[in-house]
């Protein structure tokens, strides 16, 4: 059974209708993924030496593997232990496709459109419940109210639209129930998205200047980072809705179609960064969950970069969003470096569970600790190099050296520590505490190191997410105004 099958039957026996809802979701998004893939690659077989061709191919390989992993991460995620608002993102998903599938399915007079009618009800209960509980957490009872008055009318404009399907469905030339489905779905959505505004813990849409934000050093810094990062997709949100905008002006229905998935992949990957600032939410200091973010923002701005490619004249571009492209291009070493400093946070928790488990007491074989120590030093080998790349992009020279020095030390302590342990387990009993010294400062200047290089990541990721906001705050200014 492939990964499709599995979905679909997983689907079938979900309860929940958001996750329902959300498998199907990304089931159709795999097809039409792969269906592209198989699109790119024909037409780079035709003109292998198409650089638009291969970039086709490229951004459609992107898109499957991310649709590849969107159909196992939804599968297997438990969304009730999720925070209340990704559960209330994931409804707004839900809700959205949920109309535009009742009301394409009822528009063609397909039998399903009945059952299609019962699960967008199913849903927006479930999107209203969400609501609450987002609403429940807030402080300002004005956004309190906006949240719940909003969320309410969702309810009322999906039943307003499941109320005009059967009379769609008897009588397809009805074109004022017609018209009554496509003003129900605009409604729904235009009501999700105003809930979704409403819901908004960071300032950080139109309006807003975020260049004035700086790094405060008396608040937490994860939390910055964390409110900065909502900003950056919902700005993000809105870049996706002006370009939406611009694909009745492109005749070429090639280029109209990249954009259409290049404006499907900002909106997938805002959406994840949405998500994987909230699982960063519950536990701040966890590297994984960091580095998850990281990742996501890093594949946002490729999808960006992509609409910019896509929704552009290249041959005369608007001088305010080519000035904002290339800043994102200088931009990407600098995500490139943030990813890096997670990876190094990762390893480093990993070198000090070896160093633990090798040499914290307890009883282990003599073949257990060889073992554990070859992948200390391993382990400690591939720290360092990180470190040294790391090293190279900072700028601050005095901590750049430091790092430098740090890196050779945990390659040789690495190193060291590999040679005691193949005497401790040859039977030493280490009377003199050579081993225990010797772990000790390998533990110190980790954590050292740690601490300098987590302290500097969260200042510099706050940096950049606000760079990369304004960069496409002016994107959608420029736009806007040549409308």
Same mark, same amino acid.
Request: glycine letters at 4%.
């Given at each position: 059974?492939?990964?499709?099958d ?8 979900e309860?929940?209708? @958001? ?27 035709? #003109? ?16 499957? $593997? ?11 995620? $438990? ?7 990704? +559960? ?20 063609s ?22 609501a ?16 719940? !008055? ?5 309810? *009322? ?5 499941v ?11 009805d !074109? ?5 489905l496509?003003e ?15 819901? +908004? ?14 790094? *405060? ?6 939390? !910055? @980072? ?16 002006e ?11 090639a ?25 960063l ?31 552009? $004249? ?12 290339? !800043? ?18 990762? *390893? ?11 040499? &914290? ?14 992948k200390?030093?391993d ?16 700028? *601050? ?32 009993? $280490?009377?003199?505490?050579?081993? &225990? %010294? ?8 980790? +954590? ?7 302290? #500097?990541s ?5 940096? &950049?997410?606000v ?14 105004? %040549?409308?």
């Amino acid at each position: 059974m492939n990964v499709v099958d599995q979905a679909l039957q997983a689907a079938q026996v979900e309860k929940d209708p @958001v996750k329902k809802q959300l498998i199907l979701n990304a089931v159709n998004e795999l097809r039409e993924a792969s269906s592209e893939f198989l699109r790119a690659a024909k037409e780079l077989r035709k #003109d292998p030496n198409s650089a638009e061709a291969a970039r086709n191919l490229d951004a459609a390989q992107r898109r499957m $593997d991310g649709a590849i992993k969107g159909v196992i991460d939804v599968s297997s995620t $438990d969304v009730t232990e999720l925070p209340h608002e990704t +559960q209330f993102n994931y409804a707004a998903n839900a809700i959205e496709s949920s109309a535009s599938i009742l009301l394409r399915n009822a528009v063609s007079q397909y039998p399903e459109a009945s059952q299609n009618a019962k699960d967008l009800q199913n849903i927006a209960e479930a999107f209203n419940s969400h609501a609450q509980k987002v609403a429940e957490e807030k402080t300002d009872p004005n956004q309190k109210k906006a949240i719940l !008055q909003s969320a309410k009318e969702v309810v *009322d404009v999906a039943q307003r639209m499941v109320n005009a399907v059967p009379s769609v469905l008897e009588n397809p030339d009805d !074109q004022s129930a017609r018209r009554e489905l496509e003003e129900a779905h605009r409604g729904i959505l235009k009501a999700v998205n105003s809930t979704k505004e409403n819901a +908004q813990s960071f300032a950080g849409a139109e309006g807003t200047d975020v260049s004035s934000l700086e790094f *405060d050093l008396g608040k937490s810094p994860e939390a !910055q @980072v964390i409110s900065a990062s909502k900003a950056e997709a919902h700005a993000a949100l809105q870049l996706a809705s002006e370009a939406e905008n611009m694909l009745a002006g492109i005749s070429d229905p090639a280029r109209r179609k990249a954009l259409e998935n290049a404006i499907r992949e900002v909106r997938s990957w805002a959406e994840k960064v949405e998500n994987a600032a909230d699982e960063l939410s519950r536990n701040p200091g966890d590297p994984q969950l960091q580095a998850a973010l990281s990742l996501a923002q890093i594949e946002l701005g490729k999808s960006i970069q992509e609409v910019l490619l896509r929704a552009e $004249d290249q041959s005369n571009p608007d001088e305010q969003v080519a000035e904002a492209m290339a !800043q994102m291009k200088m931009d990407e070493g600098a995500h490139s470096n943030s990813a890096k400093q997670n990876q190094f946070l990762e *390893d480093a928790q990993s070198l000090l569970a070896v160093i633990t488990a090798t040499f &914290g007491g307890a009883k282990l074989s003599p073949q257990e600790t060889i073992a554990n120590a070859k992948k200390l030093s391993d382990t400690a080998n591939q720290l360092a190099a990180t470190l040294r790349e790391i090293a190279s992009k900072v700028s *601050d020279p005095v901590l750049k050296e430091k790092f430098l020095q740090s890196a050779k030390i945990i390659k040789d302590g690495g190193i060291q520590l590999k040679i005691l342990s193949a005497v401790r387990a040859a039977g030493s009993d $280490d009377k003199s505490g050579t081993v &225990g %010294n010797a772990v000790k400062g390998l533990q110190t200047n980790i +954590q050292e190191v740690v601490n300098q290089i987590q302290a #500097d990541s969260l200042k510099q990721k706050f940096r &950049g997410i606000v760079q990369s906001t304004m960069n496409i705050n002016r994107v959608v200014k420029a736009w806007r105004r %040549n409308k």
